[in-house]
């Protein structure tokens, strides 16, 4: 029996978040959501304004290139869908990538900041606000919507929300290690859902979950 889109709250749910196994990889695919597709991450307004604010703190953590888009169009820019998204370099970069170093012993030392749990390759795409963020140097973490990869989030028409899991080849490696874990998408990626939605929503959402592994449709 296949499920049709679920609902709690205000959000609509596809149901593949909560069948789908998933979890990052970054040993294999090296961060590639950084730096492959054709547009930046989607921000609001509130979160532009807090990466304005962090900008002089990870300014050093980036490209030249990056550092001369920054100061040609700003942070962030709007899209052909008309999208408010980070700048991106040579078309795809997001102007705040930056790479573990060549040296594995800071490679690794590196992971250990980011609460990765595992030691990342030497060119592994970070993020420099979150960079930033685990090391105690500013506030803001990073988008939301990179937070909750492969999630993408639709807004409609009187307050709904809709969650949607994007499928990405470049993301293979994760939902192998997803499925190895038997870890559930939205099990994954609990703290960015609840940093969006709050604490009271994911319970919702794990006792759908829960009821409908009980009935057997999970």
């Known amino acids: 029996m296949s499920l049709h889109i679920l609902q ?37 307004l509130d979160e532009v304004m807090a990466i304005e604010d962090a900008l002089d703190t990870v300014w050093s ?24 998204v980070t700048s991106i370099v040579r078309g795809k970069d997001c102007v705040f990538t930056c790479y573990t170093p060549d040296d ?23 993020c420099a606000l979150e960079k930033a ?9 990073k988008p939301i919507s990179c937070a909750l990869y492969p999630i993408r989030v639709k807004e409609f028409q009187g307050g709904l929300v809709g969650l949607n899991y994007h499928r990405w080849d470049v993301c293979r ?17 609990k703290g960015p859902l609840i940093r969006r939605f709050g604490e009271q929503w994911y319970a ?9 592994r009980e009935q057997g449709l999970l």
Request: one cysteine or more.
């Open 133 to 141: 963020h685990r090391e105690g140097r500013c506030s803001f973490v």
């Open 8 to 44: 709690v709250g205000d959000v609509l749910v596809s149901p593949d978040i909560l069948t789908e196994c998933f979890c990052c990889d970054l040993s294999v695919c090296k961060g590639a959501c950084c730096i492959e597709g054709d547009a930046g991450a989607p921000v609001t």
């Open 61 to 84: 953590d980036l490209s030249a290139s990056a550092q001369s888009v920054i100061d040609r169009q700003g942070v962030a820019y709007t899209d052909r869908e008309g999208d408010l």
């Open 173 to 189: 490696c994760g939902r192998e290690k997803g499925r190895e874990l038997q870890l559930p998408l939205y099990r994954f990626l």
């Open 204 to 212: 919702e959402l794990v006792e759908l979950a829960d009821s409908l």
């Open 104 to 126: 594995d012993s800071e490679a690794n030392e590196d992971a250990s900041k980011h609460g990765k749990g595992q030691a990342l390759p030497p060119g592994c795409c970070l």
